[in-house]
Protein backbone atom coordinates (compact mmCIF):
# COMPACT_ATOMS: atom_id res chain seq x y z
CA UNK A 1 0.00 0.00 0.00
CA UNK A 2 2.97 2.11 0.73
CA UNK A 3 4.05 1.39 -2.81
CA UNK A 4 1.05 3.31 -4.40
CA UNK A 5 0.99 6.08 -2.00
CA UNK A 6 2.52 9.00 -4.45
CA UNK A 7 -0.31 7.95 -7.32
CA UNK A 8 -3.34 7.53 -4.22
CA UNK A 9 -1.81 11.06 -3.43
CA UNK A 10 -1.68 12.59 -6.75
CA UNK A 11 -5.85 11.11 -7.51
CA UNK A 12 -7.27 12.61 -4.94
CA UNK A 13 -5.53 15.88 -5.57
CA UNK A 14 -7.27 15.54 -9.11
CA UNK A 15 -10.37 14.82 -7.63
CA UNK A 16 -10.28 17.78 -5.12
CA UNK A 17 -9.28 20.19 -7.67
CA UNK A 18 -11.94 18.77 -10.27
CA UNK A 19 -14.72 19.75 -7.43
CA UNK A 20 -13.45 22.56 -5.92
CA UNK A 21 -13.44 24.50 -9.50
CA UNK A 22 -9.64 25.48 -9.28
CA UNK A 23 -8.50 23.28 -12.37
CA UNK A 24 -7.66 24.81 -15.96
CA UNK A 25 -10.99 23.02 -17.48
CA UNK A 26 -12.72 24.69 -14.36
CA UNK A 27 -11.46 28.34 -14.59
CA UNK A 28 -11.64 28.26 -18.01
CA UNK A 29 -15.40 27.90 -18.00
CA UNK A 30 -15.54 30.31 -15.11
CA UNK A 31 -14.07 32.69 -17.21
CA UNK A 32 -16.28 31.83 -20.43
CA UNK A 33 -19.47 32.33 -18.18
CA UNK A 34 -18.40 35.60 -17.38
CA UNK A 35 -17.20 36.40 -20.95
CA UNK A 36 -20.09 35.63 -22.51
CA UNK A 37 -22.72 36.69 -20.14
CA UNK A 38 -20.65 40.54 -20.67
CA UNK A 39 -20.91 39.86 -24.17
CA UNK A 40 -25.00 39.29 -23.98
CA UNK A 41 -25.15 42.41 -21.75
CA UNK A 42 -23.31 44.67 -23.99
CA UNK A 43 -23.85 43.41 -27.38
CA UNK A 44 -27.31 44.27 -29.11
CA UNK A 45 -30.89 43.54 -28.44
CA UNK A 46 -30.68 41.42 -31.65
CA UNK A 47 -27.55 39.46 -30.71
CA UNK A 48 -24.23 38.99 -32.21
CA UNK A 49 -25.17 36.51 -34.58
CA UNK A 50 -23.68 33.48 -35.41
CA UNK A 51 -19.75 33.56 -36.15
CA UNK A 52 -16.34 32.34 -35.07
CA UNK A 53 -13.37 33.50 -34.68
CA UNK A 54 -9.94 32.31 -32.81
CA UNK A 55 -10.35 35.74 -30.62
CA UNK A 56 -13.84 33.72 -28.72
CA UNK A 57 -11.85 31.13 -26.52
CA UNK A 58 -10.39 31.48 -22.92
CA UNK A 59 -6.86 30.76 -22.44
CA UNK A 60 -7.57 26.77 -21.39
CA UNK A 61 -9.61 26.57 -24.64
CA UNK A 62 -13.40 27.05 -23.31
CA UNK A 63 -15.30 28.13 -26.25
CA UNK A 64 -17.79 31.57 -26.17
CA UNK A 65 -20.08 32.71 -28.39
CA UNK A 66 -21.49 30.78 -30.97
CA UNK A 67 -19.93 27.66 -29.90
CA UNK A 68 -20.53 28.10 -26.10
CA UNK A 69 -20.03 25.55 -23.71
CA UNK A 70 -23.39 26.45 -22.50
CA UNK A 71 -26.66 26.13 -24.68
CA UNK A 72 -28.55 28.82 -23.05
CA UNK A 73 -25.32 31.58 -23.26
CA UNK A 74 -25.04 30.12 -27.10
CA UNK A 75 -28.66 30.73 -27.93
CA UNK A 76 -27.80 34.54 -25.47
CA UNK A 77 -24.88 35.41 -27.80
CA UNK A 78 -26.50 34.30 -31.12
CA UNK A 79 -30.04 35.90 -31.01
CA UNK A 80 -29.71 38.99 -28.11
CA UNK A 81 -31.57 38.64 -24.99
CA UNK A 82 -34.86 38.17 -26.12
CA UNK A 83 -33.86 35.40 -28.54
CA UNK A 84 -32.55 33.88 -25.12
CA UNK A 85 -35.97 34.56 -23.58
CA UNK A 86 -37.54 32.78 -25.80
CA UNK A 87 -35.45 30.16 -25.93
CA UNK A 88 -35.87 29.32 -22.19
CA UNK A 89 -39.48 29.97 -22.82
CA UNK A 90 -39.45 27.31 -25.40
CA UNK A 91 -37.34 24.76 -23.63
CA UNK A 92 -39.71 25.34 -20.32
CA UNK A 93 -42.82 25.20 -22.47
CA UNK A 94 -41.73 22.27 -23.42
CA UNK A 95 -41.11 20.49 -19.94
CA UNK A 96 -44.79 21.70 -18.61
CA UNK A 97 -46.02 19.99 -21.76
CA UNK A 98 -44.11 16.64 -20.94
CA UNK A 99 -45.40 16.66 -17.48
CA UNK A 100 -49.14 17.83 -18.07
CA UNK A 101 -49.31 14.51 -20.78
CA UNK A 102 -47.83 12.27 -18.26
CA UNK A 103 -50.17 13.65 -15.24
CA UNK A 104 -52.78 13.31 -18.42
CA UNK A 105 -51.97 9.84 -20.03
CA UNK A 106 -49.68 8.17 -17.17
CA UNK A 107 -47.55 6.76 -19.67
CA UNK A 108 -44.42 5.28 -18.86
CA UNK A 109 -42.48 6.60 -22.29
CA UNK A 110 -44.06 10.47 -21.53
CA UNK A 111 -41.88 9.56 -17.88
CA UNK A 112 -38.23 8.59 -19.61
CA UNK A 113 -38.75 10.99 -21.79
CA UNK A 114 -39.03 13.93 -19.95
CA UNK A 115 -36.06 12.19 -17.46
CA UNK A 116 -34.16 12.27 -21.21
CA UNK A 117 -35.26 15.85 -22.13
CA UNK A 118 -34.23 17.03 -18.58
CA UNK A 119 -30.98 15.29 -18.73
CA UNK A 120 -29.85 16.73 -21.96
CA UNK A 121 -30.69 20.32 -20.53
CA UNK A 122 -28.56 19.62 -17.55
CA UNK A 123 -25.69 18.19 -19.40
CA UNK A 124 -25.90 21.16 -22.02
CA UNK A 125 -25.10 23.62 -19.37
CA UNK A 126 -21.78 22.38 -18.77
CA UNK A 127 -20.33 20.85 -22.16
CA UNK A 128 -21.06 20.87 -25.74
CA UNK A 129 -23.27 17.93 -26.05
CA UNK A 130 -25.41 20.17 -28.23
CA UNK A 131 -22.83 20.90 -30.87
CA UNK A 132 -22.44 16.69 -31.55
CA UNK A 133 -24.52 14.47 -32.49
CA UNK A 134 -24.98 12.47 -29.48
CA UNK A 135 -27.23 15.46 -27.77
CA UNK A 136 -29.27 15.70 -31.09
CA UNK A 137 -30.09 12.08 -30.67
CA UNK A 138 -30.93 12.50 -26.71
CA UNK A 139 -33.24 15.21 -27.73
CA UNK A 140 -34.70 12.87 -30.81
CA UNK A 141 -35.47 10.23 -28.12
CA UNK A 142 -37.13 12.63 -25.72
CA UNK A 143 -39.47 14.01 -28.65
CA UNK A 144 -39.78 9.76 -29.79
CA UNK A 145 -40.41 9.04 -26.54
CA UNK A 146 -43.09 11.25 -26.16
CA UNK A 147 -44.99 10.63 -29.20
CA UNK A 148 -44.93 7.05 -28.65
CA UNK A 149 -46.81 7.35 -24.98
CA UNK A 150 -49.56 9.45 -26.63
CA UNK A 151 -49.09 6.92 -29.47
CA UNK A 152 -50.26 4.11 -27.02
CA UNK A 153 -52.54 6.27 -25.31
CA UNK A 154 -55.09 7.11 -27.95
CA UNK A 155 -54.62 3.37 -29.53
CA UNK A 156 -55.81 2.00 -26.16
CA UNK A 157 -58.46 4.07 -25.78
CA UNK A 158 -59.34 4.14 -29.68
CA UNK A 159 -59.66 0.09 -28.92
CA UNK A 160 -61.52 0.10 -25.78
CA UNK A 161 -64.12 2.54 -27.05
CA UNK A 162 -65.12 0.24 -30.00
CA UNK A 163 -65.67 -3.07 -28.00
Known sequence: MIIYAPELYEI?????????????????RIEAYHISVNNILNGNITGNG???????????????????FNIFLMMGSIFGIFGGVLFVILIV??????VYYYYLYKSIYIKYSFIMFLIFIQMAMFAPIHQFPFGMLIVSISVFLFKKGIFDYEQNNIRSSSI
Open 93 to 98: SYLFKL
Open 12 to 28: SNFFVLKFSGNDDSAQG
Open 50 to 68: YYWDKSHSTESGSALGSKS
